[in-house]
């Protein structure tokens, strides 16, 4: 079954490289002289906020970079562990500091029991999972007698206490939120296999691991984006690290970002069938919604990550028929919508699109769906965040101010 992932992931890498031949490959990076003059959009579209080695996007060829290396090579090649090595330490591992990284990971998984105490308190069905993770970082960073700590060293290793400990963090709060009693993490699992382990409490089987590991893989990082740049904010002000965290899982939870991926479903839900996708989609556009899951600041071509987790969407609902109608409307609602808006308006399916089908196949809640995203996405917070670090300047931009500047202040009795 692995195969037959590494198969698919190797099928999408030659059909995003045919798809987008026609672009022109990037020039090489060269050193940025400061300042750069950019014209900038709202939304900062468009705007350079620093230089990094860490991973790179290119919207017209859909391509996703981390370090150098392809997101389908490392999709089917390395796994979550690594990836974050890579990310973290600009470089793939020898085999001992793999052995030495994943090992740390391992002491690391285990989050105080105190914290467990307050998210069972304070955790209820309703509370949003993302809400909670946030809260949960936070006691972390209470309880973490180094969190003030802010050298590149110190902040490493929160970095990595932190990414051992999301998946650990998030496990828990899918339990408790039904009020199940958290699991230990096991020491014989991979950290996809800890994932999937801490939340439902079962060993998870190959494929499961496997394709978490991918998801994991596909979202550890995304160059700018909303809750990378809100963390390196945060950490510029040299705040501590779990600060910066608690800020960027605030930021991944909405749905223009992070939390596109459970209203995916919601809407997928809504549809009910394949049948219904062309006239959802035409009061869709006529109440001037968007599509979730759907369109990109930066690709304008196919999303290389949507383009792995779409077959693997169709693999998994193979494996679990109880999905294959949410897998054809997803399917169906691809084709409208790139009909009617992938040419005029570059849109096309983005990472969230399949990641819900594919979750759900899986037989994980939708309310889990964006803590994944932050379980793999705390990598690349982290690991733009140190870089930032070495060579800091608090992050401080402008607004053009466009309301009046001599306005008389009037008594309050005196207002109409
Ligand atoms: N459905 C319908 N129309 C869309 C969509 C969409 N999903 N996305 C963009 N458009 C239209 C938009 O209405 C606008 O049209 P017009 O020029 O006629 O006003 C045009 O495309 C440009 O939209 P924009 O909002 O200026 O573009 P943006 O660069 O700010 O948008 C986006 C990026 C991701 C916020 C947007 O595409 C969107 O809202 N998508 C749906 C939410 C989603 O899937 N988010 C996940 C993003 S990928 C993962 C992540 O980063 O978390």
Redesign the pocket.
């Known amino acids: 079954m692995s195969k037959e992932v590494n198969e698919l992931i190797k099928q999408a890498a030659i059909k995003a490289k045919q798809e987008t031949d026609d672009e022109p490959e990037p020039g090489l990076t060269s050193e940025i002289e400061w300042p750069v003059e950019v014209k900038i959009g709202?939304?900062l579209?468009g705007a350079i906020a620093t230089t990094t080695k860490i991973g790179y996007v290119n919207g017209a060829k859909g391509w996703l970079v981390y370090q150098g290396y392809n997101c389908f090579d490392l999709a089917e090649k390395s796994n979550f562990e690594e990836t974050c090595y890579l990310l973290l330490f600009g470089k793939l591992p020898t085999d001992k500091e793999l052995r030495d990284f994943t090992e740390k990971l391992t002491e690391y998984r285990h989050i105080p029991e105190a914290t467990l105490d307050v998210l069972q308190k304070v955790v209820t069905p309703e509370t949003h999972p993302m809400s909670a993770l946030a809260t949960g970082v936070s006691i972390l960073g209470n309880l973490d007698s180094t969190a003030d700590d802010t050298s590149v060293e110190a902040e490493t290793d929160v970095s990595i206490k932190l990414i051992a400990q999301l998946a650990t963090l998030a496990g828990a709060i899918a339990r408790i939120r039904h009020g199940k009693d958290p699991v230990d993490p096991d020491p014989e699992l991979s950290h996809a296999g800890n994932f999937l382990s801490l939340m439902t409490g079962q060993k998870p089987d190959e494929v499961l691991e496997r394709i978490m590991d991918v998801a994991l893989i596909l979202h550890a990082d995304?160059g700018m984006?909303?809750s990378t740049f809100t963390t390196m904010v945060v950490n510029s002000s040299l705040s501590d690290m779990y600060s910066s965290v608690v800020a960027g899982i605030g930021s991944?939870k909405g749905?223009?970002?992070?939390g596109?991926n459970e209203?995916?479903l919601y809407d997928l839900q809504e549809i009910g069938s394949a049948d219904n996708v062309e006239s959802w989609f035409k009061e869709v556009r006529e109440t001037?919604?968007?599509?979730?899951?759907?369109?990109?600041?930066v690709y304008k071509a196919y999303?290389p990550r949507a383009r792995i987790l779409g077959p693997i969407a169709k693999l998994m609902t193979d494996r679990n028929p109880k999905f294959k109608r949410l897998y054809e409307t997803a399917i169906k609602l691809e084709e409208v919508?790139t009909r009617e808006?992938g040419a005029e308006?570059k849109?096309f399916p983005?990472?969230?699109?399949y990641s819900g089908t594919v979750y759900r196949a899986m037989g994980i809640e939708i309310a889990m769906f964006t803590p994944i995203?932050a379980v793999s996405r705390i990598a690349g917070w982290t690991a733009r965040a140190l870089e930032y670090l070495a060579d800091n300047r608090l992050f401080r931009p402008r607004a053009v101010y466009t309301g009046p500047i001599k306005a008389e202040y009037v008594p309050i009795d005196k207002r109409s």
């Open positions: 709202r939304g579209e995304h984006n909303a991944l749905p223009l970002h992070g596109a209203r995916v001037k919604r968007r599509v979730m899951g759907f369109g990109h600041r999303d919508v808006l308006k849109i983005n990472v969230d699109f995203f």
